[in-house]
């Protein structure tokens, strides 16, 4: 597939350049690839936390009455998200 870059900030650009990767951003196809990629994200999270996936935005829900447990089940939930994103080539910022 070969994109013209003219549409880019107003300038025209007389070259051509082949996509290598990806889903063109007002694809129908868009949301489902994306749905597809992080189906397994929610399966990271322990039982210990709910995920509430919507669009393309997750929260996550955790209920522990000690404050020291709490703690714990919030780094160890970041510490298994942190992982996924880094095998899925992700990153937090």
Not at 6 to 22: D, Q, V
Not at 69 to 87: A, H, M, P, R, T
């Amino acid at each position: 597939m070969l994109v013209d870059n003219s549409f880019r900030n107003n300038t025209t650009f007389p070259e051509w350049y082949k996509i290598k990767h990806g889903v063109c951003k007002s694809s129908v196809l868009g949301p489902f690839f994306f749905l597809l990629y992080i189906n397994d994200l929610p399966n990271v999270i322990d039982d210990l936390s709910k995920p509430v996936p919507f669009a393309d935005d997750m929260s996550i829900i955790i209920r522990n009455p000690s404050p020291s447990e709490f703690k714990e089940d919030i780094n160890n939930i970041i510490d298994n998200l942190y992982d996924w994103f880094k095998v899925n080539s992700l990153s937090l910022i």
